[in-house]
């Protein structure tokens, strides 16, 4: 590949520059990332199609121009291959997660996904929960559930019916499990909380239906479980990430 | 005359050449073209979860990126040129230490560094001061530091030990380059800044900057991406028992992935059953060795001096942070 020229190099800060904004107005960002970095996303990507546009439109009163010419005249390789003048050749791999983005759009991480991910919590963390009044119905995070679950195998919410929303992912003792992940920052470092569904009547929801279940603990021999009382399918949320 | 007919020819050239905007957008297009038909053949769980996991931390870099990039073309264009080689001690073995220090205020990534690096010796700063400079600045900055406090809620000495250890392994290079280094070989090898109005010079660095560390920053995630999708968690786990396995794995992990420094923390953090000080030496090694800095450096210094100086930084910060760990976590 041929290094970039400069007004290839301003153009590409501006399409990215507009693709990051574009992701952070539209709220797509938090596909990806916390919620939280929206602002910093837009502040980013103005800045980089301000620049772009300015050395687009300032580019023939540049000194540098001259001095490239100079350079390039005999194809000193080595000297375009570090860029020295704004372009270098590794710039085009910029245009992967620009294409990525734009022809893929990649979906929020999924069921494949949580095999492959660590999963919270690790271990009963030695919190004791206090115990929820019985009768009611509580709706917590999967995050909460699991550590529930780990703290003396869920008997904080032993008399009570709880409502989690997850998608579906393959279950360790059940038929399925609804699962979530939590993120600090991004998609890389998100770590998994997984709810295992126990006696499920009807065709198991097909992986990554979203559903809100309502349901009851089930103390069972490899864990506990939760026995639905009802369900709905609802449209994957828009902050598909738990904090 | 005939300059200036080539001049214009090659400028007619350039807006049809290989590296042209036209070009740009004739890969944007054909690679639409490629993603319409491939469109229902790519939704694979496995590439997609890829394609999640590179999308995520490329753009979660995007703003870090950006900022680094800012103040680094604020002061090519702002801080005159001799500025650091005044306010640097002339003696080396002070020149370190204060050069370590210098890279503390700095932000920047280790993409940033390099070029800065090459900058200041030419400038007449001490090529161990430079050096490390060009070590510290990137792990031990205000940015990085801010990000590996978020990376690890309620666990502040990480971030702490991270500082200290950087410092150590910087200094500890820096002084054995004073008294062992061979003086000719961290020369850059071609070397020439943007020139024209501040405004030219902010704009020409800032573009700079951006292609090069964001074209490596990329590279990192696709990789890191990569392993995310490709390593089974287990694998990962098992090499994450006992004390010398773990360290070694995230030493020579840090120099494979080669996460830009200003988000390898949130990587690091999520290496959750890796004991503390193996994640610390992951932190440690990747901004000072990794495999696109040892290209970059090869490119800025020459190969010889990379083949030097990539085993020094990398035996001198495994130990520190190992040091440092085994102390602070």
Redesign the interface.
């Known amino acids: ?13 501006v ?2 520059g507009g693709i ?1 904004t574009r ?1 952070a107005i539209t709220g797509a ?1 938090r ?4 919620a939280g ?1 929206g602002p ?2 837009v ?3 103005v ?2 199609v301000v ?2 546009v ?2 687009l439109l ?1 580019r023939p ?4 121009d001259n ?1 490239d ?1 100079d350079d ?2 005999h194809g ?1 390789a ?2 375009d ?24 759009a ?8 949580v ?4 999963r919270q919590p ?1 271990a009963s963390a030695g919190t004791a929960f206090p115990l929820l009044p019985a009768g009611t119905t509580v709706e917590m995070s999967i995050r909460e559930y699991a550590e529930r679950v780990a703290d003396r195998d869920g008997a904080s919410m032993r008399d009570v019916t709880v409502r989690l929303v997850g998608f579906v992912a393959p279950g360790r003792h059940g038929p399925f499990a609804l699962a979530r992940y939590q993120i ?8 998994a909380s997984v709810a295992d569904v126990a006696e499920w009547d009807g065709p198991v929801p097909s992986s990554d239906t979203w559903l809100a279940v309502e349901g009851v603990l089930e103390p069972g021999r490899a864990g506990a479980t939760l026995r639905p009382t009802s369900f709905t399918v609802i449209e994957p949320p828009s902050d598909p990430y738990e904090e | 005359m005939a300059t200036d007919q ?2 214009i020819v ?1 400028r007619a050239a ?1 807006r049809r ?5 036209l ?3 004739a ?2 297009v054909a ?2 073209i490629v ?2 038909a491939l469109r229902g053949r ?1 939704d694979r ?2 590439l ?2 890829w ?10 870099a ?2 870090f ?3 680094g990039v ?1 103040v680094s073309a604020l002061i090519a264009a702002f801080v005159p040129s001799a500025f650091f080689a005044r306010i640097l001690p002339r003696h080396p073995a002070l020149a370190v230490p204060a050069a370590a220090c210098a890279g503390v205020i700095l932000p920047g990534c280790e993409c940033g560094s390099v070029p800065i690096a090459g900058r200041l010796i030419d400038r007449g700063v001490p090529a161990p001061a430079a050096l490390t400079f060009l070590l510290a600045a990137p792990a031990v900055n205000p940015v990085v530091t801010v ?1 590996t406090v ?2 690890f ?1 309620g666990r502040p000495e990480m971030a702490v030990a991270r500082v200290v250890a950087s410092l150590i392994a910087a200094i500890a290079v820096g002084w054995a380059w004073t008294r062992w280094g061979d003086a000719d070989l961290a020369i850059p ?4 800044e ?3 109005s501040r ?2 010079v902010l ?2 660095t ?3 900057d ?3 560390a ?3 920053l ?2 990192g ?2 990789a ?2 990569f392993l ?2 490709a ?3 287990s694998v990962l786990d098992s090499l994450a028992g006992g004390w010398l396995v773990p360290i070694a794995c995230l030493a020579v992990l840090a120099v494979v992935m080669a996460v830009c420094s200003e ?1 390898d923390a ?2 690091a ?2 290496l ?2 890796f004991p503390m000080t193996a994640r610390l030496v992951f932190l440690v090694v990747g901004p000072m060795v990794d495999v696109k800095l040892i290209a970059l450096q090869a ?2 210094f020459g190969r010889r001096f990379a083949l030097r100086f990539a085993p020094l930084t990398f035996a001198a910060a495994v130990m520190s942070a190992i040091a440092v760990g085994t102390w602070l976590l």
């Open positions: 590949m041929a290094p970039l020229t400069q007004d290839a190099g301003a153009l590409l800060m399409m990215l990051v992701l960002h596909r990806y990332v916390k970095l910093y996303l502040v980013a990507g800045l980089l620049a772009g300015l050395l300032r009163a540049t000194a540098d001095d010419d390039d005249d000193h080595a000297h291959d570090d860029g020295h003048e704004g372009s270098p050749r590794v710039a085009w791999l910029l245009l992967a997660p620009l294409v990525v983005l734009v022809l893929v990649p979906a929020p991480l999924g069921s494949f996904a095999a492959n991910r660590t690790a600090a920052c991004c998609a890389g470092d998100a770590v | 080539a001049a090659r350039e050449g290989a590296g042209s905007p070009a740009l957008v890969v944007v690679a639409a993603g319409v790519l769980p496995a997609q979860t394609a999640t996991l590179f999308v995520a931390v490329t753009v979660q995007v703003p990126l950006v900022l800012a990000a978020i990376a809620p090898t071609n070397h020439h943007h020139r024209g405004l030219d704009l020409a800032a573009r700079h951006f292609l090069h964001g074209g490596f990329v590279v995630a696709a890191a991406a995310q999708t390593v089974p968690r988000a949130f990587v953090a999520s959750a059953g490119g800025t």
